[in-house]
């Protein structure tokens, strides 16, 4: 596969948010085949469906972008793979979620397949995921729409809250313990 840059956007509205997606952000950096370029500001959010399936707690979400050369089949497997790694159970699918993923954007691809949509289907309508994308990249653009991020935010009637958080993302879990000297002999 050629090297693609790619958006995935993350959210937790369960247990400690914030450690969900340090964790989240930990486990992207240790991705295949991929890099880290950048990590957006967390995002404080209200739910989209207030009284609906996703239950009432706030969600922290974000935005990743990577250089990658994985696929995007073998990426919706990782990430799935990820999910369930950090605490998500098909009781939680539907409702309230320790960690969701979502790839929005590889590089200019339109993909449509069963269980894969590519640019998300929901990106144009979302603060939560638009406010993030600006942030990292507000010049590109969307595939379909052909329309900058920027564009699309300024265009959004969505009017539930976004609150950016004031604290850095992702840190906790980035270092990496020394490594041992081998037992001298
Ligand atoms: P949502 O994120 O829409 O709240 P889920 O995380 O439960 O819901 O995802 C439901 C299904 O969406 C997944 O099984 C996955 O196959 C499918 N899907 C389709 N397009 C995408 C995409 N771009 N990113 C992530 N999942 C996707
Ligand atoms: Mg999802």
């Given at each position: 596969?050629?090297?693609?840059?790619?958006?995935?956007?993350f959210?937790s509205n369960?247990?400690?948010?914030?450690?969900?997606?340090?964790?989240?952000?930990?486990?992207?950096?240790?991705?295949?085949?991929?890099?880290?370029?950048?990590?957006?500001?967390?995002?404080?959010t209200?739910?989209v469906?207030?009284g609906?399936?996703?239950?009432?707690?706030?969600?922290?979400n974000?935005?990743?972008?990577?250089?990658?050369s994985l696929?995007?089949?073998?990426?919706?497997?990782i990430?799935?793979?990820?999910?369930?790694?950090?605490?998500?159970?098909?009781?939680?699918?539907?409702?309230?979620?320790?960690?969701d993923?979502?790839?929005?954007?590889?590089?200019?691809?339109?993909?449509?397949?069963p269980?894969?949509t590519?640019?998300?289907?929901?990106?144009?309508q979302?603060?939560f995921v638009?406010?993030?994308?600006?942030?990292?990249?507000?010049?590109?653009?969307?595939?379909?729409?052909?329309k900058?991020?920027q564009?699309?935010?300024?265009?959004?009637?969505?009017?539930?809250?976004?609150?950016?958080?004031?604290?850095?993302?992702?840190?906790?879990?980035?270092?990496?313990?020394?490594?041992s000297?081998?037992?001298?002999?």
């Amino acid at each position: 596969m050629p090297l693609e840059t790619i958006f995935i956007g993350f959210g937790s509205n369960v247990g400690d948010r914030q450690d969900f997606c340090d964790r989240a952000i930990a486990l992207m950096n240790l991705l295949p085949l991929s890099q880290v370029t950048g990590v957006s500001s967390y995002y404080e959010t209200e739910p989209v469906d207030p009284g609906g399936t996703l239950g009432a707690n706030w969600f922290y979400n974000g935005v990743v972008r990577l250089e990658t050369s994985l696929s995007p089949n073998r990426l919706l497997d990782i990430l799935q793979e990820t999910e369930r790694g950090l605490g998500r159970t098909e009781s939680n699918r539907e409702g309230p979620r320790t960690m969701d993923f979502d790839i929005l954007l590889f590089g200019q691809e339109v993909i449509k397949q069963p269980g894969l949509t590519v640019p998300h289907p929901r990106l144009h309508q979302r603060r939560f995921v638009l406010e993030p994308l600006v942030e990292l990249n507000p010049a590109y653009k969307h595939p379909t729409l052909q329309k900058t991020m920027q564009e699309l935010l300024s265009e959004l009637h969505d009017t539930s809250r976004v609150n950016k958080v004031a604290i850095k993302p992702g840190e906790k879990y980035l270092s990496r313990p020394a490594c041992s000297l081998p037992p001298s002999s």
